[in-house]
């Protein structure tokens, strides 16, 4: 088992979002208690062991001493990337960087980070992307914000609370699932859409896209050389 786990979008104290998305808890304290048990049945209580939350933790309206409570019960370290609710940890960023491995972003823009896992890379971003960091070699990337209800696009997929029970994704897990994801796209020499042009047949462009002295004269070319017969470094066409 590997020692790195991702999750996203937990909301915890949030109530609203209950009814957002169709959790099935009776108000927040409910929802809070839950994703913290489901957290520990599947993140080993060891300092050896990562979470890395990619978002929308902890709702604006936490206390941070409740905040602080829950953090200290979820089973390992943590690490943090920026959602697009995450004023709390905004304001006291100074505070939560004591107890994370890492921060980073900004509130509302995120950020991005990657890893590597049995030499597959990922890309982890609160927002899902069309396209990252080798997308078209078979990368992966892992996002939030949509509360599993975006459609898959290639080897890429939400991995919030909302679609794996409130509980954190082993990279064993995300593995296995990516297996059965097709890849977006491949960019092959010649892209979809960036078909080579057709080579110009007017004789002034000829000359100038063949450059660096290799210039292409043809037959009648009024150039002074060509009037001579000697076309000056270049070729006949």
Known sequence: MSNVFITADEHYGHEKIIEYCNRPFKH????????IEQHNKVVPNSRGVLTIHVGDWFW?????????????????RHAF????????????????RQQLDWIKGENKDSACHRLKFNNNEMTLCHYAMRVWNRSHKGAWQLYGHSHNELPVVGKSFDIGVDGHNFAPWSLEEIEAKMATLPQAHIITKVWPGKEAPEMPTDHATKQYMAGNGSTVHEPGC???WCKMGKPPGGTRA
């Open 28 to 35: 927040a304290d409910e929802m809070n208690e839950f994703i």
């Open 60 to 76: 604006h309206t936490l206390p941070l001493g409740i905040a602080l409570t829950i953090l200290g019960r979820l089973n390992g």
């Open 81 to 96: 990337i920026y959602g697009n609710h995450d004023e709390l940890i905004e304001k006291y960023e100074s505070v939560f």
């Open 222 to 224: 009024p150039c002074g």
